[in-house]
């Protein structure tokens, strides 16, 4: 039976909205055509984890203070996570999590944060603690060359900075910072966004794509992924996107 090992970072501490729902989706998406799903959780004194040996690595969002109880923790493993990310291992990261991965996360205090330094970004928070991006939104991504309308929902002060690779286009909402043109941040194994919802079950064919990703390179062969009934997820997309973008 073909499998997908995932490694899920911090579940006790990064989990804004549901993030774990993500991880739900994967697995439950998986199973549903007969994929085996192995899910390992790590967070702050666990035995090291071998990130390379895995398909995917999530990690959720989380405010200032959760994100800086871990990040000493998480930059003991910056060179392990850029060989596996090097090596073509899938990283989902979300919110408080794509923060961290990039240069740094300067707090409202002007406190900083030092990120992972996988990739060239920055963040800064907005002086005023009251005024955040918050709410739903909308992007239009490209998935194997197919334009995509991904929705969830954002609630950050932090701005990113210096992203050259986004994730989306913004339709609706705020995106990297307030009234942006463009959203988060993605490479071929990587996408890091703002959109929590949980991302993924609003977004099955984010998920589909994320798992196609992942058995392609683990078995080395094409692989057409059987439909799902996504049904109601679709009908619960076409409401919302009339609701964001029909105005
Ligand atoms: N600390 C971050 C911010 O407010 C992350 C918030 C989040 O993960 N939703 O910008």
């Known amino acids: 039976m073909k499998e997908l ?4 970072l911090y579940p006790d501490i990064l989990d804004l909205y549901g993030d774990i729902g993500n991880i739900k989706v994967l697995k439950y998406r998986l199973e549903q055509r007969g994929f085996k799903a192995i899910i390992d959780n790590y967070s702050i004194n666990d035995e ?7 398909d995917i690595v999530f990690a959720g969002g989380g405010a200032d203070n959760e994100q800086k109880i871990l990040a000493e923790d998480l930059i003991k493993y910056k060179e392990d996570i850029k ?7 899938f990283f989902l990261l979300i919110c408080g999590a794509y923060q961290l991965f990039g240069k740094y996360y300067k707090g409202v205090e002007g406190n900083i944060i030092p990120g992972l330094e996988v990739f060239d970004y920055y963040t800064e928070a907005n002086p005023s603690r009251s005024n955040r991006c918050i709410g739903n939104i909308v992007i239009e991504a490209e998935l194997n060359g197919n334009k995509t309308k991904v929705i969830g929902f954002e609630n950050h002060g932090g701005q990113t900075f210096g992203i050259e690779e986004p994730f989306g286009k913004v339709l609706f909402g705020n ?17 890091a966004t703002y959109l929590h ?3 993924l079950s609003k977004n099955p064919a984010l998920a589909d794509y994320i ?12 692989i057409e992924l059987e439909p799902l009934n996504d049904e109601l997820e679709n009908k619960c ?5 009339q609701r964001f973008l029909e105005k």
């Open 5 to 8: 090992k995932i490694l899920y």
């Open 48 to 54: 090291k984890p071998d990130f390379k040996n895995y």
């Open 83 to 89: 060989q596996a990310k090097d090596a073509g291992v």
């Open 175 to 191: 995106g990297n910072k307030f009234g942006d043109t463009v959203e988060g941040f993605m490479q071929k194994n990587v996408i």
């Open 197 to 199: 919802g949980p991302l």
């Open 211 to 222: 798992i196609k990703y992942c058995l392609e390179r683990r078995y080395n062969e094409v």
């Open 237 to 241: 997309r076409l409401q919302l996107l």
